[in-house]
């Protein structure tokens, strides 16, 4: 692999590395907190025979939101479950969206990014939310653009590091920086 084809990948890794943590939960973040919305309309529907959920007629997973989104959201774990395993990161979303008992698409891809991306910090959100502890949380609405402007930034500043690191160590300087 060439060197420009390395830095690219690191890059490339590194920015979605560090955007992931400062997006995932919405961290001090009030612009996506709501209260519960559930909506009315049709829900998957588990079919017994095969085990999967079947949606209705009116949703489909080309409903589903960009990888680019869902990187953003939550990180290169839900990306690769999304890409690698696409039938299970499916049949999460409709059986989230039959047990939430909510009909929005977005709302519950974004849940299952959240699950995905880190199951003990969203079982836990979940759990503060039904005791009343943390106000509910809509991971289905986009992060506000400052947030992904500084979370890049982040991983840009942070990849230049640590590329510079592994730069001097690769041709044999003690001065790192």
């Not at 949606?55 to 939101?65: H, M």
């Amino acid at each position: 692999m060439s060197p420009v084809k390395l830095i690219f990948v690191v890059t490339v890794a590194t920015v979605c590395f560090c955007t992931s943590p400062a997006l995932s939960f919405g961290l001090n973040n009030n612009n996506n907190k709501s209260k519960t919305k559930k909506k009315t309309g049709s829900l998957p529907v588990l079919d017994k025979a095969a085990n999967k959920y079947i949606p209705p007629s009116n949703l489909s997973s080309a409903q589903f939101y960009s990888p680019v989104s869902t990187i953003i959201k939550a990180g290169p774990v839900p990306v690769l479950t999304r890409f690698f395993q696409s039938e299970t990161y499916e049949q999460a979303v409709w059986k989230y969206m039959v047990e939430s008992k909510d009909t929005d698409v977005k709302s519950a891809q974004g849940n299952m990014d959240a699950f995905f991306a880190s199951k003990e910090s969203w079982v836990e959100q979940k759990m503060f939310e039904k005791q009343g502890k943390r106000e509910v949380y809509d991971y289905g609405q986009e992060p506000s653009l400052d947030r992904v402007i500084l979370a890049s930034i982040w991983g840009v500043l942070s990849t230049s590091l640590i590329l510079r690191v592994l730069w001097q160590l690769a041709n044999g300087n003690r001065n790192l920086f």
